[in-house]
Every structure is written in structure tokens, then in C-alpha cells.
């Protein structure tokens, strides 16, 4: 027997399924269609843009979105079996991957896997993007901040991010687009500096 306040909510768990039903059956649908995501989740960043200019604000909750799509970027560029960014800071700790090669198994390179997916990181990103502009239309979140200062800080963390990145994926990848950065000698791979 359900308890007698859950027969007054019921309607409501009803509503949100239904609709979590539909938006989950309608993203799906857009899966064979990468373009036109991407160019939905750009307008919808654009716009975002566009009222954050009009506005004069919500610096926190901009910052926030920008952190939380260099976040995605991240786990979309990072290889899957790469050990985290934060791992690589202890360097007595670190060695590479050693893949072990059957002798029936081609020596062919697999592709890449990655950590996220394309479609879950345009579904996570275009959903950042929604909840931001939602934000933006309460003064509730717009905090008083000096801005100045918030983007120094995001344009120091993407460049380290990148730069971490970029250490990893040399020293865990071994891509032609490297040979741009890396040097072989012998068997060796030096970074160019």
C-alpha cells in the first residue's frame, strides 16, 4: 500500500517521467544528425552570449559553464586506459603503457576510445548550456564579482590544462600529428622544446 503522501506526489513522479521519456526519445533521434547538434548547441551557446552582453552579468555562472566545458573537452580528448592528469604528478609512480601482442593479433594500430563519447559530451554540454541560460533569468545568480580577475583565473587553468593534456597524449599516444612536437632517435621520443 503507498503511503498517503506519495498518492499526492504520484502525479508529479508521473509528469517527470513522461517528460524525461520523451526528451530522453527525442535526443536520441538526433544521434545520426552530429551537424545539426552541434550547430543547435551553438545557437543555444550564442544566445547565451547574446543575453549574458545584454544582462551585464552573471559572470559566476559563465565562468562556471566554462569550466565545466573544458572539463568535457577534456574527458572527450582523453584517451580511455590513460591514467587521470593527476596521476602524472607523481613521477616515480608513472610508466607507460606496455599492450602485450598475441601472435595471431595484427600489429595494426586500434583506433581511438575515448572516455566520453561525441554524443554524450554534445548531450552534456548543450544541457550546461540550457541550465546556464535558465540561470541567467533570476537575479538570484547574479553575484556580484569582479570579472577581471575570474578570467585571468579560467585563462590560467585552460593553459595548464592544455599544456597537461598535451604531456599526456605525447607520452601516451604515438600519433603522425606528433611527429610535429617529437623528435625519434633510436626508439627514443624527445619532445622538442
Same mark, same amino acid.
Given at each position: 500500500?503507498?503511503?498517503? %503522501?506519495? *498518492?499526492?506526489?504520484? &502525479?508529479?513522479?508521473?509528469?517527470?517521467? =513522461?517528460? /524525461?521519456?520523451?526528451?530522453?526519445?527525442? +535526443?536520441?533521434?538526433?544521434?545520426?544528425?552530429?551537424?545539426?547538434?552541434?550547430?543547435?548547441?551553438?545557437?543555444?551557446?550564442?544566445?547565451?552570449?547574446?543575453?549574458?552582453?545584454?544582462?551585464?552579468?552573471?559572470?559566476?555562472?559563465?565562468?562556471?559553464?566554462?569550466?565545466?566545458?573544458?572539463?568535457?573537452?577534456?574527458?572527450?580528448?582523453?584517451?580511455?586506459?590513460?591514467?587521470?592528469?593527476?596521476?602524472?604528478?607523481? %613521477?616515480? *609512480?608513472?610508466?607507460? &603503457?606496455?599492450?602485450?601482442?598475441?601472435? =595471431?593479433? /595484427?600489429?595494426?594500430?586500434?583506433?581511438? +576510445?575515448?572516455?566520453?563519447?561525441?554524443?554524450?559530451?554534445?548531450?552534456?554540454?548543450?544541457?550546461?548550456?540550457?541550465?546556464?541560460?535558465?540561470?541567467?533569468?533570476?537575479?538570484?545568480?547574479?553575484?556580484?564579482?569582479?570579472?577581471?580577475?575570474?578570467?585571468?583565473?579560467?585563462?590560467?587553468?585552460?593553459?595548464?590544462?592544455?599544456?597537461?593534456?598535451?604531456?599526456?597524449?605525447?607520452?601516451?599516444?604515438?600519433?603522425?600529428?606528433?611527429?610535429?612536437?617529437?623528435?625519434?632517435?633510436?626508439?627514443?621520443?624527445?619532445?622538442?622544446?
Amino acid at each position: 500500500m503507498i503511503p498517503e %503522501e506519495d *498518492n499526492k506526489l504520484r &502525479p508529479l513522479f508521473d509528469l517527470f517521467d =513522461n517528460v /524525461s521519456r520523451k526528451v530522453r526519445t527525442r +535526443t536520441e533521434q538526433y544521434i545520426l544528425f552530429p551537424t545539426q547538434r552541434w550547430v543547435i548547441t551553438a545557437a543555444l551557446f550564442l544566445i547565451y552570449i547574446l543575453r549574458i552582453y545584454a544582462v551585464g552579468g552573471y559572470y559566476v555562472i559563465s565562468y562556471i559553464l566554462g569550466l565545466y566545458v573544458l572539463h568535457l573537452i577534456v574527458q572527450f580528448l582523453t584517451p580511455k586506459g590513460i591514467p587521470d592528469l593527476e596521476d602524472e604528478d607523481d %613521477e616515480e *609512480n608513472m610508466q607507460l &603503457p606496455i599492450h602485450q601482442t598475441q601472435e =595471431n593479433e /595484427s600489429s595494426e594500430p586500434k583506433p581511438l +576510445t575515448r572516455t566520453v563519447s561525441e554524443f554524450h559530451f554534445w548531450q552534456d554540454a548543450t544541457k550546461a548550456v540550457i541550465i546556464a541560460l535558465c540561470t541567467t533569468l533570476s537575479r538570484l545568480f547574479d553575484l556580484p564579482v569582479f570579472w577581471p580577475f575570474l578570467l585571468g583565473y579560467f585563462i590560467f587553468l585552460v593553459a595548464i590544462t592544455v599544456k597537461r593534456l598535451m604531456r599526456s597524449c605525447l607520452l601516451y599516444t604515438s600519433d603522425a600529428a606528433d611527429d610535429l612536437l617529437c623528435v625519434d632517435l633510436g626508439g627514443r621520443r624527445i619532445i622538442k622544446k
